[in-house]
């Protein structure tokens, strides 16, 4: 193949930059992942200059097959990177310039600023919709992991598992493990819509805003911009070519579905340790300890939730580059690239990931019921059933803590204290105390109340996303 030269030079350049600057600028060892987009975007530009005139239907033509040629060698890695053409855009330009006369005109009416800004929007928008099956996929994982929390009690009407619910790490009320999982399911699908969202600002094409002012060639953007799927052009040549406010957006709603991954993480690490003992990860997706021969680890949970930590930091740096750049296209806007591509790879191998651990997770049946069945738990419960015999609610509260305390200072539990000493604490209190202090009773006094966890809510939600994520 002929040596390539640089392209970007004019000739008012006597030599070349210096070694290190070269070594320090390019940008072509991280941005040949826009390979696909630069040149989809190439093609398009170049069957409009056809379209307007400006090449001919045969300088078109070839330059389309050079591009395609060019696309195969790169997918598979038959293609050499120079470093000393930069970037992306230089390196594919200059092989198609030695393999196409007409390549010389390719650039007409485009610059590296337009044409960086296209290329950007295009693979966000590409890697959007990878990022949405990855959500889809967490979302099944968890949605046929609370199919598995359905249980068949002899004695029981409950039919979904029971775990207490917390609140500052403390055991606040029974809810259904179900439940529970199907909250990081709507977690999800907040990321989803907020991909859907970003996806929506970025697809505007910038092509044709050139460097900063247009052109004086009689370019025609909306042809572009629909051979590009963009559903419009941007309004303003300046905003075009200096906004990277899409890939802010990227970076924020990886990070946010970063942590919403974090936090699943942080349940999975405390239910699986011996203490709360309510899940096992199978050996698929936790690892041993080089010294301790009994430890299993939930590394991978651990991992993920590391990782929500560069998320964060890609997105502070993004904003970082961003903060205080005059107009329009600034070199630093080049430190756009590797955040985001971090963010993607992160993000993508992380969801993918946690869905097979999800799949290897399961609940410990006896564990769970044991620590639900501690019947303080219903004392908010207990409290309601006063206030159904028109006790006000703050009176409610201080005589079931009364209660709790009598059980405490007598060393039993909540359900074993004598019908006499119920009613010494509040007259109301009769026999259906008992009742009350039951976790498939407390279930069901919540199965008519939206987004609770009785067990018929939950049942319907989990209709409703299993019809979802068909
Ligand atoms: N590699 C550059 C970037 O990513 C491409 C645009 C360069 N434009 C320029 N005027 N130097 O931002």
Redesign the pocket.
Do not use: G, P, T, W
């Given at each position: 193949m002929a040596t390539r030269k640089p392209i970007?030079r004019s000739g008012r350049f006597q030599t070349g930059p210096s070694e290190e600057v070269r070594a320090y600028s390019e940008?072509v060892s991280f941005?040949w992942r826009l390979y696909r987009q630069d040149i989809a975007g190439s093609i398009a530009h170049a069957s409009m200059l056809a379209k307007v005139g400006i090449l001919t239907r045969r300088e078109r033509d070839q330059i389309i097959e050079g591009l395609k040629q060019i696309e195969t060698e790169i997918t598979e890695g038959r293609f050499t990177w120079e470093p000393d053409l930069?970037?992306?855009?230089m390196n594919i330009e200059a092989a198609l310039t030695t393999r196409v006369p007409a390549a010389a005109k390719l650039h007409t009416a485009r610059?590296?600023?337009d044409?960086?800004a296209t290329d950007?929007r295009l693979w966000v928008r590409d890697e959007i919709r990878l990022v949405q099956t990855r959500i889809r996929g967490l979302q099944r994982a968890l949605i046929s992991l609370a199919e598995r929390t359905r249980m068949h009690l002899p004695h029981s009407e409950l039919r979904f598992l029971p775990i207490p619910g917390y609140t500052h790490l403390q055991r606040a009320q029974p809810i259904l493990a179900a439940h529970h999982l199907l909250a990081y399911v709507e977690m999800l699908e907040r990321d989803f819509d907020r991909f859907v969202d970003c996806s929506q600002r970025a697809n505007v094409s910038p092509l044709g805003a050139g460097?900063i002012a247009g052109t004086t060639l009689p370019i025609n953007r909306s042809f572009t911009a629909k051979a590009l799927g963009f559903h419009s052009v941007s309004n303003n040549s300046i905003d075009a070519v200096s906004d990277r406010d899409f890939i802010a957006e990227f970076l924020f709603s990886a990070a946010l579905s970063g942590i919403h991954l974090s936090r699943l993480a942080e349940d999975l690490v405390i239910w699986s340790t011996v203490e709360f003992g309510y899940i096992t990860i199978n050996d698929t997706h936790t690892t041993g300890s080089s010294l301790m021969p009994q430890k299993k680890n939930p590394d991978i949970a651990e991992l993920g939730r590391g990782k929500s930590g560069r998320l964060l930091g890609n997105l502070m740096s993004a904003l970082a580059t961003l903060k205080g750049l005059p107009m329009t296209?600034n070199?630093d806007?080049?430190e756009?690239?590797e955040p985001l591509f971090d963010s993607a790879d992160t993000l993508t191998s992380t969801l993918s990931v946690f869905a097979g651990m999800i799949d290897a997770t399961n609940f410990n049946q006896e564990k769970c019921l044991t620590a639900v069945s501690d019947p303080t738990l219903l004392s908010t419960d207990l409290a309601d059933h006063l206030v159904r015999k028109g006790v006000p609610f703050r009176e409610a509260h201080h005589v079931v803590g009364e209660a709790v305390k009598l059980a405490e200072q007598k060393g039993r539990k909540l359900d074993e204290l004598q019908p006499s000493e119920w009613h010494h604490i509040h007259p109301l209190f009769g026999a259906e105390v008992t009742k009350c202090l039951n976790v498939h009773e407390a279930l069901c006094a919540r199965d008519n109340l939206p987004g609770s966890p009785g067990q018929k809510q939950v049942e319907k939600q989990l209709a409703f996303w299993k019809k979802k994520l068909r």
């Open positions: 970007s940008s941005d930069e970037d992306v855009h610059s590296r600023n044409q960086v950007m460097a296209y070199r806007l080049q756009d690239k």
